[in-house]
């Protein structure tokens, strides 16, 4: 089966542009969060959804950060007004229920903001 | 607020030596565990996890790690490694049952290079 897909992989933005990151999780799962991983460091939570509903965001930076999974399956994660310490790898992973799943991971976003 | 420390940042392991990565964390409750494996440009494959029960826990790829409550402790082993081995490794701890963050803390990561 298919796993967890991001698009695009690579992306360059200017600073202060807007961009939008894209999750397809896999088939079924109800859990989807979004992590950034800084070059050299671990994962960092961003936000977690259960379905459609966003439960915890916790982790967004800044109200620069915005993310939603309208269906309950794809989710997009954007960033306004992007700024130089943006610029790391975003993550997305999935897991089958809810409380205590494995999480499965995409390849992430490389997000390069110039 | 839960933590994960991996103290060592590089290990260089000869190829067929044995190898064991150290991770400590700090955590409220019952700790559920992870240890996962990221390759240059991927995203990142789960090795084993903890939950509860058995404390020396089997993953893939010929992984093993015991949880250890009385050092804080779920170090990961391998008896003989191989070069397709090399990567990055990251230890996690979560979610936060306390009412904290609902996604994993992932310490910094190990990086295993492997000589011939």
């Known amino acids: 089966g298919a796993g967890v897909s991001q698009s695009p992989r690579y992306k360059v933005a200017k600073r202060g542009q807007d961009v939008a990151l894209r999750c397809d999780p896999i088939s079924g799962h109800v859990s989807l969060f979004w992590y950034q991983q800084a070059l050299g460091q671990g994962p960092e939570f961003l936000t977690y959804?259960?379905?459609?509903?966003?439960?915890?965001k916790s982790g967004l930076p800044s109200d620069r950060f915005f993310a939603e999974r309208p269906e309950g399956s794809v989710s997009t994660l954007k960033i306004q007004r992007t700024q130089q310490e943006d610029s790391a790898v975003y993550l997305c992973?999935?897991?089958?229920?809810?409380?205590?799943?494995?999480?499965?991971f995409g390849p992430g976003t490389r997000l390069t903001v110039t | 607020a839960q933590s994960v420390t991996q103290p060592d940042i590089h290990i260089t392991v000869s190829e067929g030596a044995s190898l064991e990565l150290r991770c400590n964390y700090s955590?409220?409750?019952?700790?559920?565990l992870f240890w996962y494996v990221q390759s240059p440009g991927q995203g990142l494959q789960l090795l084993l996890k903890y939950f509860s029960g058995d404390t020396l826990v089997q993953g893939i790829k010929g992984f093993e790690a015991e949880f250890k409550r009385s050092q804080s402790s779920f170090n990961l082993r391998k008896p003989s490694v191989h070069w397709s081995d090399a990567a990055e490794y990251f230890c996690a701890v979560g979610p936060d049952s306390g009412g904290g963050a609902d996604g994993l803390t992932f310490g910094k990561g190990t990086h295993l290079i492997i000589q011939p």
């Open positions: 955590y409220g409750a019952t700790p559920y």
């Open positions: 959804f259960q379905n459609e509903a966003q439960l915890d």
């Open positions: 992973a999935s897991s089958l229920g809810l409380g205590i799943y494995e999480q499965y």
